[in-house]
């Protein structure tokens, strides 16, 4: 194998070139290999497929059915909300259509809202009118007036 290497001496371009098998090359095929296993997930790690093999290519709330074309549309939801309980009988987990999934989530931090418990999460929720404008009122557009009034109709009935 031959290394060229290029040095600047004034104006000029020299190269060198160095004949035999330098310390450390490596065909380019056996990097890449290397790169990519590096890149693999841990057996274990990789609970999509498994829970995909288990409970099937069905949403498990709206019972629409996939097939390979349109699997990506499926997520793994964790039950218990902690993704690092992945048991091998697949236990902790159900399979939603990405729509179902939303719904679910948005649902818990609806829900986390109401009781107050909002305020303990590290986010918030941030929305704006259509038009992005905050003039003439808070910016949070008509579901937001509408979830303001109702706490502070909650708040006035325990007070």
């Known amino acids: ?11 000029r371009v020299t190269k060198t070139v ?6 450390g090359s490596r065909p380019v095929g056996d990097v890449v290999r290397d790169i990519k296993e590096g890149m693999r997930k841990d057996p274990g790690e990789d609970y999509r497929e498994k829970s995909l093999a288990i409970h099937g290519l069905v949403c ?3 019972g629409k059915e996939f097939d ?15 993704h690092h309980n992945n048991p091998p009988d697949g236990s902790n987990w159900e399979n939603l259509c990405v729509y179902c999934h939303d719904d679910i989530h948005s649902r818990e931090l609806l829900g986390e809202y109401y009781e107050g418990a909002a305020s303990d999460r590290a986010g918030t929720i941030v929305h704006t009118d259509s038009s992005g ?8 557009g008509s579901l937001g007036e509408k979830l303001r009034k109702a706490m502070e ?4 009935q325990k007070g």
């Open 18 to 23: 160095v004949k035999g098998d330098t310390a």
């Open 1 to 11: 194998m031959a290394r060229i290497s290029f040095g600047n001496k004034g104006k």
């Open 68 to 82: 390979a074309s349109n699997r990506h549309l499926l997520t793994v939801h964790h039950k218990d909300g902690n």
């Open 153 to 156: 109709e909650k708040k006035g």
């Open 60 to 62: 498990a709330r709206c």
């Open 133 to 140: 404008s905050k003039e003439g009122g808070s910016g949070l």
